[in-house]
T-cell receptor, first 113, second 114 residues
Framework: SQQGEEDPQALSIQEGENATMNCSYK?????LQWYRQNSGRGLVHLIL?????REKHSGRLRVTLDTSKKSSSLLITASRAADTASYFC?????????????FGTGTRLTIIP | KAGVTQTPRYLIKTRGQQVTLSCSPI?????VSWYQQTPGQGLQFLFE???????NKGNFPGRFSGRQFSNSRSEMNVSTLELGDSALYLC?????????????FGSGTRLTVV
């Protein structure tokens, strides 16, 4: 079962612009993680935010978490063609006896050069 | 350091056969998880092993099984293959369970059932 939904399902922007993706989830979490997947390959871990954190930065990535709304957002600033990929949020509810890493439906991001 | 290694990368099997996929985690990682990715269902959790013990299992039929060896390498087996088992199977390793380190994924095994 999918833990959450991601919005939008697909996003196309010009290179250099910022890209924002949103993720909503349903149950209590230990942490929330974002992953990138290039065209049918493995997933690359981008950033992890714990349930007691509200914002986290890593390079051009900024993640926010609102546990009261059960939602998170991923912002990629100054996008590059290499950022073209699918992005997934995943929740880890292991402390609550839930299955490990429940993924959202993903956002397909296309950066137009 | 070496990443998560999955073998084989591609596999074609016929209905009714069985298949075994292999995953070698990052050295020192004791947790190995398996996921199935299909266009229709997305990424679905199969099971997770830690120190040779299955700690969590997803909602898949008993045809899907796995194991972990003392060196943390893991295998998953699918018996009596069905067309719907065609998918990308991803393995992920982590230092431990319940710890917020994130997971490192392998490149996956693409299984096609014909």
């Amino acid at each position: 079962s999918q833990q959450g939904e991601e919005d939008p399902q697909a996003l196309s922007i010009q290179e250099g612009e910022n890209a924002t993706m949103n993720c909503s989830y349903k149950t209590s979490i230990n942490n929330l993680q974002w992953y990138r997947q290039n065209s049918g390959r493995g997933l690359v871990h981008l950033i992890l935010i714990r349930s007691n954190e509200r914002e986290k930065h890593s390079g051009r990535l900024r993640v926010t978490l609102d546990t009261s709304k059960k939602s998170s957002s991923l912002l990629i600033t100054a996008s590059r063609a290499a950022d073209t990929a699918s992005y997934f949020c995943a929740t880890d509810g292991s402390n609550f006896g839930n299955e490990k890493l429940t993924f959202g439906t993903g956002t397909r991001l296309t950066i137009i050069p | 350091k070496a990443g998560v290694t999955q073998t084989p990368r591609y596999l074609i099997k016929t209905r009714g056969q069985q298949v075994t996929l292999s995953c070698s985690p990052i050295s020192g990682h004791r947790s190995v998880s398996w996921y199935q990715q299909t266009p229709g269902q997305g990424l679905q959790f199969l099971f997770e092993y830690f120190s040779e013990t299955q700690r969590n299992k997803g909602n898949f039929p008993g045809r899907f099984s796995g194991r972990q060896f003392s060196n943390s390498r893991s295998e998953m087996n699918v018996s009596t293959l069905e067309l719907g088992d065609s998918a990308l199977y991803l393995c992920a390793s982590s230092r431990g369970t319940g710890e917020a380190y994130g997971y490192t994924f392998g490149s996956g095994t693409r299984l096609t059932v014909v």
